[in-house]
Structure formats: structure tokens, C-alpha cells
């Protein structure tokens, strides 16, 4: 029964990724949502992304697939005119990272050490019921600038934004993203 569950999880995702591979971006919408404190949620396609906005700037949390970029910047200068400081990305699969490149050229990229190797040499590298989506190698400007290997703190906004790598999450690079002045949990999640 358990390994049945497991299956059906793991075709249930697979065909969740597929559908997101072949839908048309063109056609997505990022809706804005304040969750507490100076803390947002914008869903687009894919998994959801934080910010911290405030008068130091912005701190996003993943930033979706590359041709939503400029949809993503369009709703944060909805809410705010600060630059984006700093991107986190929870994990390495193309929904939270495909950004990266574009979003690089003003903002670092922070991850856990696992992110940047699996966007580097591709591949893949997961702990769900022993299934994970494969990524290609991304060119260098889409590869995280800042590591950590077991947490690391970001001051931004009156919040000290930590990001805390889970080992044995959905993928081994995963990072949970704690706003503690919001009392927000960011836990890489898809709309």
C-alpha cells in the first residue's frame, strides 16, 4: 500500500512538471498577495516566490522560469519602487532557479552548496520517494554567487532573513527561508 501511495505521488508530480513544461508563459499572470509584516507572495507558474520588501529593498525567494522575469519585476515595482537586493533560491529545479541569469545581472544569487552544483553539472538529486526531476547544466551567470553549507542570515528590512539547509528535503540543496519579525515560513512551494 505504501509503496502504491508513493507511486501514485510520484506520477502525480511527474505529470505536474510536464503540464508546467508545456504550458504558454505568455499567458501567466503573477498574482500579489501580502502575507504579514513586510512580507509578499507573488504566484505565477510554478513554485511561489517570497519578498521581503522594505526600505532597504527586496529580498526575493525563487524566481520562477526566465520568461517570467519581467512579469516578476512588473508586480514588485507594483508594490515597490526598491531595487531587488538579493534572491535565495530554495532548491535547484527550474521553477524556483530558471530566473537566475536575469535576475544575476542586478541581485546575487544566495544557495545552499548543492544548488550551485546541481545547476552547474545538471543531473539530479532528490530524497521524494526516491523520484526527482533532472536539471541541465545552466551557463555560469545563472549559478548562485553566494553559498552556505548550513545557514546563512540576510539583513535586510529590519529582518534578519535566514535560510536553513534541510538535508533530507525534496532535493539535497533544499533551504527553508524563516522571516522571524513576520513570523513567515517560506517552505519552496508551487501554486
Not at 34 to 48: D, E, I, P, R, T
Not at 57 to 67: E, F, K, T
Not at 100 to 129: C, M, S
Request: charged share 20%.
Amino acid at each position: 500500500m505504501r509503496k502504491t501511495c508513493f507511486l501514485a505521488i510520484a506520477l502525480f508530480l511527474l505529470s505536474c512538471l510536464a503540464l508546467a513544461q508545456d504550458e504558454d508563459l505568455s499567458k501567466v499572470q503573477i498574482k500579489v498577495s501580502k502575507v504579514s509584516g513586510n512580507v509578499y507572495m507573488l504566484q505565477g507558474a510554478g513554485g511561489n516566490i517570497g519578498a521581503s520588501i522594505g526600505e532597504d529593498g527586496i529580498v526575493i525567494v525563487d524566481d520562477q522560469y526566465a520568461p517570467l522575469a519581467d512579469k516578476i519585476k512588473a508586480a514588485l515595482n507594483g508594490i515597490t519602487d526598491k531595487p531587488v537586493r538579493f534572491v535565495i533560491n530554495t532548491h535547484y529545479h527550474e521553477d524556483h532557479t530558471g530566473g537566475n541569469a536575469i535576475f544575476q545581472q542586478k541581485a546575487p544569487i544566495i544557495a545552499h552548496d548543492n544548488v550551485r552544483k546541481r545547476l552547474a553539472e545538471g543531473g539530479t538529486a532528490g530524497n521524494f520517494g526516491g523520484v526527482n526531476f533532472p536539471a541541465k547544466p545552466q551557463p555560469k551567470d545563472a549559478l548562485p554567487i553566494i553559498t552556505f553549507d548550513h545557514d546563512v542570515i540576510v539583513h535586510l528590512n529590519g529582518e534578519d532573513i535566514r535560510a536553513l539547509h534541510f538535508p533530507s528535503g525534496h532535493t539535497d540543496g533544499d533551504s527553508v527561508i524563516f522571516f522571524p519579525k513576520s513570523n513567515v515560513v517560506h517552505m519552496a512551494t508551487t501554486s
